[in-house]
């Protein structure tokens, strides 16, 4: 009997540890992308990189070293981060660096990245020659807002919205969830049409005080961590994504005329909509 007991107590023990330690994990609903030396996560626009850096060679002792390594490894970092920015994708198959480029300022994004911003240290590797990799944690929400203000304007959809219902005391919902079945490549320009291709929304409907600092937020799986971590309130809207048409997110013409006659204006004024793969 004892020994039987002595099973059951393991038993209880062995499941009580397990589920405590599975609620106290948290859950993941960050959306990141693999960039150079790094990941770039599109949930909270934190940007992980590592900067490499040697000392200066006519340093005698091994602090200063040190210390002139660790700032050749921010200026390093500091370089990625530049190369990443303008790497990414504003709308269609263009990136900053093209859309820079074009409007004659190609230092654009190198002019925007301080090197006093990259502080935040979160793993370093010294080496027998003073030499050092430092990995930075770096909130890049700044730089894309500004990226995104210079450009919205010409990646606007020039299409007028389709007109909302004018009842807008009528109206409950405040934050529009779009869910796709599949991986969602991240742009900072999207628009939202329906099957007929008609706006239903686009950025330039948005106000410059807006949360996210691209068109939309996005998440993996679930929204409602990324929504409580913003702030987002008000009541939820969910709806299916069909398919995305270049930077035209495509939902179906019912689950438009949904958004235009149950979303409030302020949806659309604050920017609070969340875009989830299922990835």
């Given at each position: ?16 540890f ?11 609903f ?7 030396d ?10 992980v ?12 002792n ?14 390093n ?7 990443i920015?303008?790497?990414?994708v ?18 654009f ?43 919205r ?9 389709l ?16 869910n796709?079945k ?7 320009f ?7 291709g ?20 996005f ?14 309130s008000?009541?939820?809207?969910s ?32 920017g609070k ?7």
């Amino acid at each position: 009997m004892k020994k039987y007991l002595k099973k059951v107590l393991f038993f209880l023990v062995f499941f009580s540890f397990f589920s405590i330690s599975a609620a106290e994990k948290p859950e993941d609903f960050s959306l990141s992308r693999k960039v150079t030396d790094g990941t770039l996560n599109y949930s909270t626009f934190e940007l992980v990189i590592t900067g490499s850096g040697i000392p200066e060679t006519n340093v005698t002792n091994l602090n200063s070293a040190r210390i002139t390594a660790e700032k050749a490894a921010a200026a390093n970092a500091r370089l990625k981060i530049v190369k990443i920015l303008s790497g990414l994708v504003l709308s269609g198959k263009t990136t900053v660096g093209a859309y820079f480029e074009g409007k004659g300022d190609p230092d654009f994004v190198d002019r925007l990245v301080n090197v006093a911003d990259i502080k935040d240290v979160t793993y370093e590797r010294f080496y027998s020659n003073s030499s050092v990799d430092l990995t930075y944690k770096v909130n890049v929400s700044g730089y894309l807002r500004r990226i995104v203000e210079e450009a919205r304007e010409e990646f606007s959809n020039k299409k007028e919205p389709l007109a909302a219902a004018s009842d807008e005391a009528a109206k409950t919902k405040s934050v529009l969830v779009i869910n796709f079945k599949t991986k969602v490549e991240s742009q900072l320009f999207f628009s939202i049409v329906n099957e007929k291709g008609e706006k239903i929304y686009d950025i330039s409907m948005t106000k410059e005080t807006r949360k996210s600092p691209a068109s939309l937020f996005f998440a993996k799986k679930k929204a409602e961590k990324l929504i409580e971590k913003e702030g987002l309130s008000g009541e939820i809207l969910s709806v299916p994504a069909l398919k995305i048409s270049g930077s035209e997110i495509v939902i179906k013409n019912s689950e438009a005329e949904k958004i235009m006659s149950e979303l409030k204006k302020e949806c659309f004024e604050e920017g609070k909509i969340v875009v989830v793969s299922a990835e």
